[in-house]
């Protein structure tokens, strides 16, 4: 039973910690029966934890769009061939074929740290993963708290930071990730396909953002950076600042800020792009089935 305290619905569970550095798991809660009131105390809960994991989901696409929904606005990926026909609210990763032997969904997002849509318009406040199929060995869901990282920092070196700001691309993320597929010897991806005017219109853009970047809800600092999608920082050689932009995410993704997730079938992910990286793991894609439905959520205004 819910509970009304100031006139925000609390939440009817108590997530419990996955580690010490980030994440809490919800148990016995089916996430259906959410009031849409209290979304703003789990948007809290998840500041606070930056990952929360509801284990033993049961959901339909039309059950996670609702759940999307309740959050706040759904954001569409810009590679819209991978996106759910049914519920477009869904971005489908993959590597699971149809009869026709053609790709469900994208057998290779998310290789690199980084956040989630960078560039949009909108900034995709929280992204939402749901495990139809996961492996039975890898295929973890890499995540650093970049609040952490920026707060061990010396004050000397935030000071330098604070007034920098990268340059992202997602033209620049798409060539990079399809070099980064070359030299591993990867083929059987589904990034050969050319954008659409429409899409590289977007894909074009570059977009200046803060290296220090402040979370408007707590007031929290931290380092946000890309990997694949930087193409230089202002002020420098596009080399140097693609190499301070990587020297920062080594440090930033280090076992002191790190926690890797080992899926569950059924897990529901849900986390605040703000103050954290993500990656996914690696695992055999010819032995093991993987099938993750994604949704992103936009930016949305503190409280006044």
Not at 268 to 289: T, V
Request: charged content about 25%; hydrophobic content about 35%.
């Amino acid at each position: 039973m819910t509970t009304a305290t100031m006139g925000r619905t609390e939440l009817p569970f108590a997530p419990a910690p996955l580690s010490p550095v980030l994440g809490a798991e919800v148990v016995d809660f089916d996430i259906r029966t959410l009031d849409p009131q209290a979304a703003p105390a789990l948007k809290d809960c998840l500041r606070d934890h930056q990952v929360l994991v509801f284990r033993d989901q049961d959901l339909t696409p039309a059950d996670m769009v609702a759940f999307i929904n309740k959050m706040g606005e759904p954001q569409y990926h810009v590679l819209d061939r991978f996106l759910m026909e049914e519920a477009p609210e869904i971005y489908v990763i993959s590597n699971m074929k149809d009869d026709k032997g053609e790709p469900i969904g994208n057998s290779y997002e998310g290789l690199s740290w980084h956040t989630d849509l960078q560039g949009q318009e909108k900034v995709t406040a929280y992204t939402v993963l749901y495990g139809v199929e996961v492996p039975e060995e890898g295929g973890k869901t890499r995540f650093a708290s970049m609040y952490k990282a920026f707060e061990a920092l010396p004050d000397e070196r935030k000071r330098a930071l604070e007034p920098m700001k990268f340059i992202y691309s997602y033209e620049t993320q798409y060539n990079v990730r399809l070099k980064y597929l070359a030299e591993k010897g990867i083929t059987d991806h589904q990034y050969d396909r050319p954008m659409t005017p429409e899409q590289l219109e977007y894909a074009r853009k570059r977009h200046p953002l803060p290296i220090v970047d402040v979370n408007p809800h707590n007031g929290r600092k931290w380092i946000h950076v890309a990997t694949m999608g930087c193409a230089g920082v202002e002020g420098m050689s596009d080399e140097d600042g693609i190499a301070l932009v990587n020297e920062l995410t080594d440090y930033a993704t280090s076992g002191p800020f790190r926690y890797d997730h080992q899926w569950r079938k059924r897990d529901l992910l849900l986390w605040d792009n703000r103050g954290l990286f993500h990656a996914a793991g690696e695992y055999d894609r010819a032995s093991q089935k993987r099938l993750i439905w994604r949704g992103s959520i936009a930016e949305d205004a503190p409280a006044a």
